[in-house]
């Protein structure tokens, strides 16, 4: 499966330069939704700290999938955790290699380092979204975790189930290429997980944001 690299020199690309906001992900009836850019580029802080300490009891290495600023790569590598951040953009990749994290520039379906033997992949802030198809980035997600490995997902905070073509929206109201995103809540993504052989270990709720931590079954 290929994913076009939609947020390469668009309003998202610019905001990572900047670390400043606001942007929007709109949808093509209108409809958008803020993204918390100002978040993704500040350290890691809050809900954050639940998933660093789940990558750091694993005591393995960490894949980062949808990485962008570099947050948490660079809080897993102040807390001694092997990680590599992936990222289609080239400007989130760059600004994660600034801060000291290492990170390439390349889909998550691409061929990656070490595939079958991360400890953990970590697919956070809205990230199942990526490609528009979450079975399909779950399969590449069991993929890539070792036997025993997991894979730590965010999911919506309410049950929702959608797809859509959605555009980056800047503050002055540019608008980058369309690609296909998606939404999933907790029961959503578990039935796509079982679909993918994967099954829950665990879920948690933290400061408002839900994840689920998913083990090959």
Known sequence: MTVAAAWVDDP???AVRTGRGPLW?????GRRRRLDIERWCAPAAG???????RCARLRAPVLDLGCGPGRLVTALLALGVPVLGVDVTGAAVARTVGLGGPALCRS??????AEGRWGAALLADGNLGI??????LLRRGAELIAPDGQLLVEVEPREVEERALVRVEGPDGRLGPAFPW????????LRRARAAGLVEAERWTSYGRRFLALRKA
């Open 12 to 14: 998202f690309a610019d």
């Open 108 to 113: 998550v379906f691409d061929r990656l380092p």
């Open 47 to 53: 809900a954050d700290h639940s998933l660093l300490l």
């Open 25 to 29: 992900l709109r949808r093509e009836d």
């Open 182 to 189: 998606a939404r999933l809540g907790t029961a959503a993504a």
């Open 131 to 136: 490609g528009g198809d979450p079975g399909a």
